[in-house]
């Protein structure tokens, strides 16, 4: 289990009509993510802040931690948003609060 966070996002879980899960996530759910910019997927283990269960069509903030960040690097920013999926189904999309890894961290161009 990969216990080192990349980042810290606002996950909106779908409800079964709007395609998401029909049963609860509990935290250490592991979906995989796909950001726009990339057509690599990975996945991410959620460790969902403050709670241990979030049900369809409930928000929560979680600790994601991915098993490959190399795509990612240097593209991340707060308000990144990207879906968390199981196969081609999407469960949810998540928007970046707190990047901890700074090395996935989009530089700012100097002015």
Known sequence: MNNKFDFIA??????AKEG????????????????EFTKMLTSGHQFFIGTDIVNPGET????????G???CEGKLEVGTKFKFCEGSVIIGIGKITE???KSL????AST
């Open 60 to 67: 929560v903030l979680a600790q994601i931690g991915m098993n």
């Open 105 to 108: 961290e989009k530089k700012k």
């Open 99 to 101: 990047i901890l890894n």
């Open 20 to 35: 998401g899960r029909n049963t609860p996530a509990k935290s250490k759910y592991r979906p995989h993510l796909e950001f």
């Open 69 to 71: 960040t190399s795509h």
């Open 10 to 15: 606002e996950l909106e879980y779908r409800t």
